[in-house]
């Protein structure tokens, strides 16, 4: 499969909480945690403990989200983003949710505070690659 990411993608887990827009009622907020980052998205992994049937009804492609990613020294970066694909898998014995999140906007202040960010992952991890450990098992994608 060719690459068609613009931007080196580098493996690391922050924090990041992400709100989804709810077309039924309440906006929904999941606390999760970064596969890997890049300067235009991010990959996100979360541990599912219900039947992920439950779940995948309510979530589709190019859905918008906000998004608050927490950095280290207590450095909160604010963004903008939508659910670029998504998909199922099964981590040791339980689903696991992971979705590709492209970002769509932020504050000048902000993304001169991402970009640091990833300069500064850049360095530590300069290969550029990031792999998930989510295995699909069932895939709901349409990268």
Known sequence: MTERREFARFTISVPIRMRFACPFGEAATINARTR??????????????????????????K????LAIMLPKNYIVQATARLVWHRLGTDKDKYCFEGGLFLT??????????EQFITHVAVMEPTGRGHGTCASNHDASTR
């Open 105 to 114: 906007g932020m504050t000048d202040d902000d993304r001169t505070l991402w």
């Open 63 to 66: 859905m918008p989200v906000e």
């Open 36 to 61: 890997n980052i890049s300067e235009e998205g991010v990959t996100v992994e979360i541990a599912i403990s219900e039947d992920p049937q439950q779940v995948t009804p309510y979530v589709w492609d």
